[in-house]
């Protein structure tokens, strides 16, 4: 391990004693929600975490260093619109040589975890292969490369959920349901695109962590855990949304990494909150799942 990746003093402890840890990507904190519904979202997830028995292990750049595990003042420099930058796995090294404030991505996040020896990771939506333009996520990528269960609610509802699919299928990376036999779509309960796994407890998902370690397998599985359905929204409004967002990014010029903010942004506007709230709520939901299964490969 790097001297430049640490854990915090808690997370290290946990580690050091075989408790349970999970990772969480602050890039949602930074760029993804907006203030105070950021902090809301900070402070719901550590609870969901916690509640389950696990340890969270927030992700960054701070101070030249790639730091698993932030006291709640770090995290909460955050939350300050327009302070941290956003930082995906190409990016850490930058960041780390010029002592940026940098949120992490599920890529950064990722990497960053199984460095310190944390395998069990929690995000809202993974990236995907954008409908339009066809610009693919580093996500998918380190994904590829990257031994950890990531819990997500599928693909953000911003991408092209089939294409996106089919090159997690191409990449190696399994897509397992949790309690679902179809691809979540973040704010959306289901696609029509069928899953060939599904787990339908934590302790089926938790023997999975195991089995990944024992295989010394080189890619990540993604459990996807569907938005709560008293939050899910209407496939059909989402759609309309998005392609409505495309346009104006389009016409605003909006380009790489704040297309994903900006979408999201607008997609919440256009559906005046829903979406907003849905993901808070699979936020919660996907830590205290992740907290959950992290519990559980612990302690079998």
């Given at each position: 391990?790097s001297?430049?990746?640490l854990?915090s003093e808690e997370?290290?402890?946990a580690l050091?004693s075989?408790?349970?840890?999970?990772?969480?990507?602050?890039?949602v904190?930074?760029?993804?929600?907006?203030?105070?519904?950021n902090?809301?979202c900070?402070q719901?997830?550590?609870?969901?975490?916690?509640?389950?028995?696990?340890?969270p292990?927030?992700t960054?750049v701070?101070?030249?260093?790639?730091r698993?595990?932030?006291t709640?003042?770090?995290?909460?420099?955050?939350?300050?619109p327009?302070?941290?930058?956003?930082?995906?796995r190409r990016?850490?090294?930058?960041?780390?040589?010029?002592?940026?404030?940098g949120a992490?991505?599920?890529?950064?996040t990722?990497?960053?975890?199984?460095?310190?020896?944390?395998?069990?990771?929690?995000?809202g939506?993974?990236?995907g292969?954008?409908?339009?333009?066809?610009?693919?996520?580093?996500?998918?990528?380190?994904l590829?490369?990257t031994?950890?269960?990531?819990?997500c609610s599928?693909?953000?509802?911003?991408?092209?959920?089939?294409?996106?699919?089919?090159?997690?299928?191409?990449?190696g990376?399994?897509?397992?349901?949790?309690r679902t036999?179809?691809?979540?779509?973040f704010?959306?309960?289901?696609?029509?695109?069928?899953?060939?796994?599904?787990?339908?407890d934590v302790?089926a998902?938790a023997r999975l962590?195991r089995?990944q370690?024992?295989?010394?397998?080189?890619?990540?599985i993604l459990?996807?855990?569907p938005?709560?359905?008293?939050?899910?929204?209407?496939?059909?409004?989402?759609?309309?949304a998005?392609?409505a967002?495309?346009?104006?990014?389009?016409r605003d010029?909006?380009?790489?990494?704040?297309?994903?903010?900006?979408?999201?942004?607008?997609?919440?506007?256009?559906?005046?909150?829903?979406?907003?709230?849905?993901?808070?709520?699979?936020?919660?939901?996907?830590?205290?799942?992740?907290?959950?299964v992290?519990?559980?490969?612990?302690?079998?």
């Amino acid at each position: 391990m790097s001297e430049l990746v640490l854990s915090s003093e808690e997370v290290g402890d946990a580690l050091a004693s075989g408790r349970a840890v999970a990772a969480l990507e602050t890039s949602v904190i930074g760029q993804g929600l907006p203030p105070p519904r950021n902090i809301e979202c900070a402070q719901r997830m550590t609870a969901a975490i916690r509640a389950s028995g696990a340890t969270p292990a927030w992700t960054a750049v701070v101070e030249g260093e790639v730091r698993v595990g932030l006291t709640d003042r770090q995290l909460e420099a955050f939350a300050d619109p327009g302070r941290s930058s956003k930082v995906a796995r190409r990016d850490i090294a930058f960041a780390v040589a010029n002592g940026l404030l940098g949120a992490t991505t599920v890529s950064a996040t990722i990497w960053a975890a199984s460095q310190v020896g944390v395998r069990i990771c929690v995000t809202g939506g993974i990236g995907g292969v954008q409908t339009r333009s066809g610009d693919v996520s580093a996500d998918l990528l380190e994904l590829s490369r990257t031994s950890v269960l990531l819990v997500c609610s599928g693909p953000k509802s911003i991408v092209d959920p089939i294409a996106t699919a089919e090159r997690l299928d191409e990449l190696g990376i399994a897509t397992v349901g949790y309690r679902t036999d179809f691809l979540p779509f973040f704010v959306v309960a289901a696609t029509d695109v069928e899953l060939d796994q599904r787990v339908d407890d934590v302790a089926a998902a938790a023997r999975l962590v195991r089995a990944q370690e024992s295989l010394r397998s080189a890619a990540a599985i993604l459990l996807c855990n569907p938005v709560p359905a008293a939050f899910a929204l209407d496939a059909a409004e989402v759609a309309n949304a998005v392609r409505a967002c495309e346009d104006d990014a389009e016409r605003d010029g909006i380009r790489g990494k704040a297309v994903t903010p900006f979408l999201l942004s607008c997609v919440a506007a256009r559906t005046d909150g829903s979406s907003l709230e849905a993901n808070l709520a699979l936020l919660e939901s996907n830590a205290r799942l992740a907290g959950e299964v992290a519990v559980a490969a612990a302690t079998a």
